[in-house]
């Protein structure tokens, strides 16, 4: 009964913490004394679950687009690798078929791995290798591909 009890405790004064830690996120505070052993266990929690989790906002949105135009469209992806990312996956798994992904995302997680997997598709990709790139960067080049197609035609 004892140890059943010290458990208890043990959970109330964790969820305590990471109820705290939560408010010092929410307000933008930095951690202090009472609250940063509750962001150890935010910390520990996140680590414990691993990789993954719930889908970006950019990634749900690609869903949704890709979901109204499977077929044909252009791509200019030029913020969030997870959007490009998502986007390779909806073709690999037969949602969607671009006719032109211009993939420049920016970032240091995610974006030159996210091109890497983009150009290495059958689908028709502009991007660039490494982490630059940007919203900027891929109008340009969608303003370039547009010009070309009607010099052409």
Do not use: H
Request: proline share 5%; glycine share 12%.
């Amino acid at each position: 009964m004892r140890t059943c009890a010290a458990s208890v405790i043990v959970v109330l004064v964790l969820v305590w913490l990471a109820v705290l830690s939560c408010y010092d996120i929410r307000e933008r505070r930095l951690p202090n004394l009472l609250t940063l052993p509750g962001a150890g266990v935010i910390l520990l929690a996140g680590a414990v679950a691993g990789p993954g989790g719930y889908p970006t906002r950019s990634a749900m949105g690609v869903r949704a687009a890709a979901a109204r135009y499977p077929d044909g469209a252009v791509w200019v992806i030029g913020c969030a690798p997870t959007a490009l990312a998502e986007l390779v996956a909806q073709a690999a798994s037969g949602l969607v078929r671009p006719a032109l992904i211009i993939g420049l995302p920016v970032g240091f997680v995610g974006a030159a791995e996210a091109k890497q997997a983009a150009r290495g598709t059958d689908l028709a990709v502009i991007s660039n290798v490494g982490e630059k790139g940007g919203s900027a960067v891929a109008a340009a080049a969608f303003n370039a591909v547009l010009r070309l197609s009607q010099a052409v035609g």
